[in-house]
């Protein structure tokens, strides 16, 4: 079976980028914020006079420089970043940058405002690896004793408190680490988790759409709310899809829902079936509850073809009746023998009078048939299984026809082969088959164009060959101009036992079909244009062959 294509593969690192994203919106937020802050702080006479500041203008610059800085850094889309070290180490820079010029506007350290750096750069640390959060700490250290270097109102205190809040910056760099590892292992299992389930729901999807039973979910407001392709195609393509109600795709099987849903018995069976949409099938609905025992939330719907249990019955009777027939055959053929062989030392009997001449040739002509009747029941018994092999159909055809011609004592014009392919082709074409099987189906098609069809018309039996247009598949024709067969007896003529010919067993078509169907093949009939019968081979597939 070959696997869906758009179930999700697995992307590396995707949950730390997912993380990395979500941090990353937040620090702009904070970034938005502290900057529009100090732009008030250094806009409003207010608030300029409550600090020590060393130069106001310096802070109104810097401050919108922060908030220009913060606002592109806001939009600029995810793909610009090659990866998240780059992203984390010039996030952390800029925020260095920024925040230490601001603290070198407002007097330093000493102003309180230096604890601003300990979020963001917390923040980068838990993005980062290892060395970058350190290096992004560093980083921001060095920021803070640049600026309270320059400034001019520094004291021992002041370095004091530089040293503490560099400590501080470290000390939380350290702190984030095992926080950032368990952040991402969860948000990696969440998200393995997430493809999985999304495979899951894809792969029982496309299980569900191609399987070959008829199947459909029914919502409480009896919605289709999904169906695979073969219930949509006995129940009508163009109406049966998601999304549509049931009652307007199959009025008949809304009412055999709601009779099911009314009853109290779990696995109650509708007593009637409903008709496909084209009108040749008969389909046996099966309900189940979905999820629980409630009946009126969603309904699995199972659609048994009739026609396909029939035929399962029908096998089934037929190898009971090919192992009864078998026995039989075996119990009657040896009386048969005798009674055939007693007629026959009668028949040599000089002292006969026509009369009794004619009844021992009807004892011998029925003995006959029947000991015809008896070896294609016993050879049907035997029929077994097929030994296929791979063999070139135009070289098999002439010496088949060589063969057949030769036992029945037939002119050569009787039995023509004509390929519809070019010489080269027709040479090359090749099937895969039993051989054996092969030279008894097609005997069995020619014995009956000879006999029954050419027998009343002098023109040739045509054995055709070629490849169908539609997909290429191999086949083989069997055409007569005899009188053809009647519409009501096209299906029934591959019946067991079914011949109108008082010669005729019955078994042959049949058996022909049967030894068809064991190599993968499909034995089909069709009038032929302008008179008589056409019988067609369709060998398998070729593209399917076991290698």
């Known amino acids: 079976m070959t696997a ?34 100090f732009v008030a702080l250094g806009s409003l006479p207010v608030l300029r006079t409550s600090f020590n500041m060393t130069s106001g203008n310096l802070l109104l610059l810097s ?11 806001l939009a600029l889309p995810q793909r ?6 780059s992203l984390a180490i010039t996030h952390a820079g800029i925020d260095s940058l920024a925040l230490g010029i601001l603290l070198f506007a407002v007097g330093g350290v000493g102003s309180g405002f230096g604890i601003l750096l300990v979020l963001p750069i917390g923040a980068m640390a838990m993005l980062a690896e290892n060395r970058d959060a350190y290096f992004m700490t560093s980083l921001a250290t060095i920021a803070l004793l640049v600026q309270q270097s320059l400034g001019v109102n520094t004291n021992g205190a002041d370095y004091l408190l530089t040293g503490i809040l560099g400590v501080v910056l470290f000390v939380v760099a350290a702190a984030v680490r095992p926080l950032a590892t368990r952040l991402r292992e969860s948000e990696a299992l969440v998200r393995r988790q997430e493809i999985d389930l999304a495979n899951l729901a894809q792969l029982s999807q496309y299980i569900v759409t191609h399987l070959r039973e008829s199947m459909l979910v029914i919502d409480k407001n009896d919605r289709i709310r999904l169906i695979n392709d073969a219930a949509a195609k006995v129940l009508g393509e163009t109406a049966a899809l998601p999304g549509a109600r049931l009652l307007d795709v199959a ?24 008709t496909a949409a084209d009108g040749a099938r008969l389909l046996q609905p099966h309900f189940a509850p979905l999820g629980g025992d409630d009946r009126r939330d969603l309904v699995l719907i199972f659609l048994e073809d009739t026609a396909l249990l029939a035929e399962r019955v029908q096998q089934s009777k037929l190898a009971a009746l090919g192992r009864l027939s078998a026995s039989i055959a075996h119990e009657i053929r040896n009386p048969i023998g005798a009674m055939s062989h007693a007629g026959q030392l009668l028949a040599e009997s000089a002292s006969l009078s026509p009369i009794e001449r004619r009844l021992t040739g009807i004892i011998h002509a029925n003995g006959e048939r029947v000991s015809r009747l ?5 050879e049907f018994s035997r029929r077994g299984t097929s030994k296929p092999e791979r063999l070139l159909l135009s070289p098999w055809l002439s010496s088949f026809r060589q063969e057949f011609l030769a036992t029945h004592e037939l002119a050569a014009g009787r039995l023509l082969i004509l390929p519809a392919l070019q010489p080269d082709a027709a040479a090359e074409l090749e099937v895969r088959t039993d051989p054996t099987q092969l030279h008894q189906v097609v005997w069995n098609l020619c014995h009956n164009a000879i006999t029954h069809g050419a027998s009343s018309s002098p023109s040739a039996v045509e054995l055709r060959f070629g490849r169908l247009g539609s997909n290429g598949r191999p086949y083989l024709e069997v055409a007569d101009r005899g009188p053809g067969i009647d519409v009501p007896d096209v299906e029934r003529v591959f019946e067991p036992f079914y011949s109108k010919s008082d010669k005729g067993t019955g078994l042959g078509l ?13 034995l089909l009939y069709e009038p032929r244009s302008g008179g008589g019968s056409l019988f067609r081979l369709v060998f398998s597939d070729p593209v399917r062959w076991v290698q």
Request: glycine share 8%; aromatic share 6%.
């Open 251 to 274: 009025p008949r099987l809304t009412a055999l829902l709601g009779q099911w849903r009314s009853t109290s018995a779990l696995n109650s069976m509708p007593d009637s079936p409903l």
């Open 4 to 37: 869906p294509e758009n179930i999700l593969p697995p992307r590396q690192d995707q949950a730390l980028t997912d993380l990395a994203w979500r941090v990353i919106g937040l620090i702009n937020i904070y970034r938005l914020l502290v900057a529009a802050a």
């Open 510 to 522: 049949f058996l022909a079909r049967e030894l068809a169907q064991t190599n993968g093949a499909t």
């Open 63 to 73: 401050a919108g420089s922060y908030l220009t800085g913060a606002l592109e850094l």
């Open 374 to 378: 008896i070896g294609s029941m016993l």
């Open 80 to 85: 610009v970043w090659p990866g998240l070290r």
